[in-house]
T-cell receptor
């Protein structure tokens, strides 16, 4: 199946710093990627849809200036958490939309655990 | 009413049991139905993808969709301790890329 990677897998940072998370589709091209946030024992919450070559589409309640998304190529999307605070601590997961297979499927990365001190 | 409802569990079964996991949804426009498995501290892994009503089988897993009842199921035969995970159902409509996820059901298969 299609493989999506994320880097880093976990990060600890001080409050006020910015953190960049990378999401890569390794064996397919993805014009659309998605960024989710997941709290412990809860389901995935869609934060934004990342479109290659255009601006991301953010879900209601998600601050676009705080969660910067860049989708510069067909295999890479980045999420930057700017001026991170402890309440931003969470599990961030990306997914990539596979259009080539003919099935409307999303493949997920392994996730990035962020802890803001 | 949530668009997708899923019993959070936890569900505990003995090894070898048949497991039935279920979701209901409210919007008849949903046409694509997915099941994901998520181990603790990992990303979701696609198990099954189905389109419209009917059954789809893959090894020990069978996905079932009943559009008339707005009900989707995942059956796991001969369950193994390695199946212990959270199972998430997801739905979406034609023409939109966004998935709507259930809350996930935590499954524990006891050896």
């Amino acid at each position: 199946g299609a493989v999506v990677s994320q880097h880093p897998s976990w990060v600890i940072c001080k409050s006020g710093t910015s953190v960049k998370i990378e999401c890569r589709s390794l064996d397919f091209q993805a014009t659309t990627m998605f960024w989710y946030r997941q709290f412990p024992k809860q389901s995935l919450m869609l934060m934004a849809t990342s479109n290659e070559g255009s601006k991301a589409t953010y879900e209601q309640g998600v601050e676009k200036d705080k969660f910067l998304i860049n989708h510069a190529s067909l295999t890479l999307s980045t999420l930057t958490v700017t001026s991170a605070h402890p309440e931003d601590s969470s599990f961030y997961i990306c997914s990539a939309r596979d259009q080539v297979s003919g099935e409307e499927t999303q493949y997920f990365g392994p996730g990035t655990r962020l802890l803001v001190l | 009413q949530k668009e997708v409802e899923q019993d959070p569990g936890p569900l505990s079964v003995p090894e070898g049991a048949i497991v039935s996991l279920n979701c209901t949804y409210s919007n008849s426009a949903f046409q694509y139905f997915m099941w994901y498995r998520q181990y603790s501290r990992k990303g979701p892994e696609l198990l099954m993808y189905t389109y419209s009503s009917g059954n789809k089988e893959d090894g020990r897993f069978t996905a079932q969709v009943d559009k008339s009842s707005k009900y989707i199921s995942l059956f796991i035969r001969d369950s193994q301790p390695s199946d212990s995970a959270t199972y998430l159902c997801a739905v979406n409509s034609a023409g939109t890329y966004k998935y709507i996820f259930g809350t996930g059901t935590r499954l524990k298969v006891l050896a």
